[in-house]
């Protein structure tokens, strides 16, 4: 695992992190997580290719930190989190390796440590590269009564993820929604999973009635919707039909999405390496195959 993060985002800290050398959770693991740990022993969930994990926090409900990263597509790598609770729902909450670092050092700050800057805190920072007086911060940042108080962390303030942002024109990324917006600019390469309300995108839409009576829908549909995300559309054949055409980013973003078991998502993985030449897509496709490529017992939804 250790050389496809290397491929992907060469940060020695998140090869630690991800490999346990440094662990900044009680309970962690990265690639170990795949089946090892004594709390999901029985539970080996696939991740949607799009998303390498990196770290799971089992503080509460298990939620992973990693990498969302696109192939076959102009879009910058970022960092994000998938909640097990919400169906492969997918989140940005860093722009780069010092946000994603500084966050989780803070997360643990608030949660771990009860907001006290303790001697084990400072050389879990220290491990991280992260200096005293950054961490210093973190005691006034978190005094302040507001949601997702990391993001108004230092690293935070200039290039913020979308998980920071409450209006699109503050945003500057190709991540597509947030718990409060839909960027529609860059829906045209998005993924489901990245989707935050289904309804956006056509699903779950409100049955038709008089027209007095009908509420007005609290998540509108946008506006040219790509065929990948569309409802009702058989995305076997829409897989078929780009890989026929070499439209390899739509193919890309069809896979991550509803519509295969992880056995069938593992055999089209590998037809879309025979388009590539990126060593760390070949090192990723080949260690997530050899995890789930022989998993038919559920369907990504």
């Known amino acids: 695992m250790n050389e496809i993060i290397n491929e992907i985002y060469p940060d020695s800290r998140i090869i630690d992190i991800s490999i346990g050398i440094i662990k900044p959770f009680n309970e962690y693991s990265g690639w170990e997580y795949y ?135 503050d945003y500057r990324g190709g991540y597509p929604s947030n718990e409060n917006i839909i960027i529609d600019k860059n829906i ?9 309300h289904k309804e956006w995108i056509g699903y779950n839409a409100e049955k038709k009635g008089f027209s007095l009576f009908r509420k007005e829908p609290k998540y509108k549909p946008i506006e040219n919707i790509p065929e990948w995300l569309k409802p009702n559309v058989d995305k076997k054949d829409l897989f078929e039909n780009y890989i026929d055409k070499e439209e390899l980013g739509m193919a890309w973003l069809t896979l991550n999405g509803p519509g295969f078991n992880p056995t069938e998502v593992g055999e089209r993985l590998q037809r879309l390496k025979e388009f590539s030449n990126e060593k760390g897509f070949h090192l990723w496709v080949d260690f997530w195959c050899a995890k789930y490529g022989n998993s038919n017992s559920f369907v990504f939804i």
């Open 188 to 196: 045209d390469q998005a993924s489901f999973f990245e989707i935050f």
């Open 35 to 169: 089946g090892t740990t004594s709390k999901n022993e029985k539970s080996d969930f696939p991740f949607p290719p799009l998303f390498i994990p990196i770290v799971i926090d089992y503080n509460s409900t298990p939620v992973a930190e990693g990498i969302i990263k696109h192939w076959f597509l102009d879009r910058t790598p970022s960092f994000g989190y998938m909640d097990f609770g919400s169906g492969f729902q997918i989140g940005e909450s860093a722009k780069n390796s010092e946000q994603f670092i500084k966050g989780i050092l803070f997360e643990q700050f608030l949660n771990e440590y009860n907001s006290v800057i303790t001697d084990e805190l400072l050389n879990l920072a220290h491990e991280l590269n992260i200096s005293n007086e950054e961490l210093s911060v973190f005691n006034e940042i978190s005094r302040r009564e507001i949601n997702n108080t990391e993001c108004f962390l230092p690293s935070f303030i200039k290039n913020q993820p979308l998980n920071c942002v409450y209006n699109e024109y």
